[in-house]
C-alpha cells in the first residue's frame, strides 16, 4: 500500500505561481516499486485529466495546455514529487490529485491523494 500526501495549493492571481508537493509513504515493498509518479486535475463538471508525470528513469509527459508553464521533478531519496506552476491561468482551477503507479508482483496498481485545491483569479 503507499498513501500520498499532497501539499502547496491554494488561492494565486493570473500569471503567478505555485509548488505542490506529493510525498509517499507505506511499505517498503510498494515505495520502490513506485514507478511512475504525476499529477492530474478536475474541474467542475470536467473529467480527471493528466497534468504531468515522471518515470523512475525521470521521462516526463505534459499535457499541451501545460507545457512551457509547468515542471514536474521528483526526489527519488524521498518519494517526493513536485509540481512547479507559472504563468497560472484561471483555466488552471481545478483539484489536483497527485498519483503514483506501482507493479506489484506483476500486476499495476494505482494509489490516488486526497487532492488539493488550486484556485486562479483573474
Known amino acids: 500500500q503507499v498513501q500520498l500526501v499532497e501539499s502547496g495549493g491554494g488561492l494565486v492571481q493570473a500569471g503567478g505561481s505555485l509548488r505542490l508537493s506529493c510525498a509517499a509513504s507505506?511499505?517498503?515493498?510498494?515505495?520502490?516499486?513506485?514507478?511512475?509518479m504525476g499529477w492530474y486535475r478536475q474541474a467542475p463538471g470536467e473529467q480527471r485529466e493528466l497534468v504531468a508525470r515522471?518515470?523512475?528513469?525521470?521521462?516526463?509527459n505534459y499535457a499541451d495546455s501545460v507545457k512551457g508553464r509547468f515542471t514536474i521533478s521528483r526526489d527519488g531519496a524521498n518519494h517526493t514529487v513536485y509540481l512547479q506552476m507559472n504563468s497560472l491561468k484561471p483555466e488552471d482551477t481545478a483539484v489536483y490529485y497527485c498519483?503514483?503507479?506501482?507493479?506489484?508482483?506483476?500486476?499495476?496498481?494505482?494509489?490516488w491523494g486526497q487532492g488539493t485545491q488550486v484556485t486562479v483569479s483573474s
Open positions: 498519483n503514483a503507479q506501482t507493479l506489484e508482483s506483476g500486476s499495476a496498481h494505482d494509489y
Open positions: 515522471i518515470t523512475n528513469g525521470g521521462r516526463t
Open positions: 507505506g511499505s517498503i515493498f510498494s515505495i520502490f516499486a513506485i514507478n511512475v
